[in-house]
């Protein structure tokens, strides 16, 4: 059986309300015999009656009574429909789910989700934080359609595209031994007390790889969860941490922790994306404003 049409339920609507076929036909900018021929065959196929035609009158059944709610309901929601997609499509609608590691979620993100959320406030933005590995896990399941990482992703699934960059700057107390000497050493690095992110942090994939320290070779007295922790444990005892310059440099300025004559290369910020799924227009919109130079 072939649904009815939306078309259809338009026409009858039309004829109901004014129980007259030729005023229907001028409303709706059709001939007679179209809306006839409508009418007719939603009646023939349902086998149902949607008027009485007396002379040439016609005037609603019982059934055809019951149907016109129905018909204005479905109408209605079609409309809706309709409307939303508008809205979507210029972005008055829409929602952007993005998962971020840490340092990007807590310091380089929320200025950029609130220049967007100004621009379009209709659309839905939900961020997560957790890091770079889960991050790119979440892209790849679905559960988030952009996601903003530390440091490049091993997924052939993934395009990824530099949207900012970084440097991180290894940080202690300004009584550590190294904390005021010229020209530090990798092997006094190797050498050191540290607190570090988890493994499959950018941070920590960052440092590791730019020592070139085998597994076990740096002395990590703690791992813990969070920036914010390594940092507060960083000033609390003699340890080195490793952390990007927006997350300390306020403790730098004021004297709380010391930055080491040691040069970490600087990372890339890199938006992540799955190769084959849909890019929504906030989503674009997103990217935009995220590459757009600050004004």
């Known amino acids: 059986m072939i649904a009815m049409t939306l078309e259809q339920l338009r026409i009858f609507i039309a004829v109901a309300e004014r129980e007259h076929l030729t005023q229907a036909a001028l409303s709706l900018h059709l001939t007679p015999s179209a809306v006839s021929s409508a009418i007719r065959t939603l009646e023939e196929r349902y086998s149902v009656a949607l008027f009485h035609r007396t002379g040439r009158r016609i005037e609603l059944t019982e059934t055809g009574r019951a149907f016109l709610t129905e018909a204005k309901a479905t109408v209605a929601r079609a409309r809706e429909a309709e409307l939303f997609l508008a809205e979507v499509g210029d972005l008055r609608r829409g929602s952007l789910t993005l998962a971020a590691s840490q340092t990007i979620a807590s310091y380089w993100l929320p200025p950029v ?10 659309v839905d933005l939900r961020v997560s934080a957790a890091n770079t590995e889960l991050v790119a896990a979440a892209v790849i399941d679905g559960a988030a359609e952009i996601g903003l990482v530390e440091g490049a992703v091993d997924s052939p699934l993934l395009a990824q595209r530099v949207i900012a960059r970084d440097r991180l700057v290894v940080v202690a107390l300004p009584e550590h031994p190294l904390a005021q000497r010229r020209g530090v050493e990798r092997d006094d690095l190797l050498a050191a007390r540290w607190v570090l992110r988890e493994a499959g942090s ?10 070139d320290a085998k597994p076990g070779q740096l002395a990590v007295e703690l791992t813990l969860p969070s920036n914010e922790a390594v940092r507060a444990a960083v000033q609390a005892g003699p340890f080195l ?10 403790d730098i300025d004021a004297g709380r922790l010391v930055k080491l004559d040691f040069t970490l290369p600087e990372r890339q910020f890199l938006m992540l ?3 084959e799924r849909h890019r929504s227009k906030a989503s674009l919109a997103f990217e935009d404003m995220a590459t757009a130079p600050e004004r």
């Not at 989700?113 to 209709?122: A, D, F, I, N």
């Not at 950018?202 to 020592?211: D, M």
């Open 202 to 211: 950018g941070t920590r994939s960052v440092l590791t790889s730019a020592l």
């Open 113 to 122: 989700v609130m220049r967007l959320h100004q621009r379009y406030p209709g």
């Open 273 to 275: 994306r799955h190769r």
């Open 241 to 250: 941490g490793a952390l990007s310059e927006l997350i300390v440099q306020a």
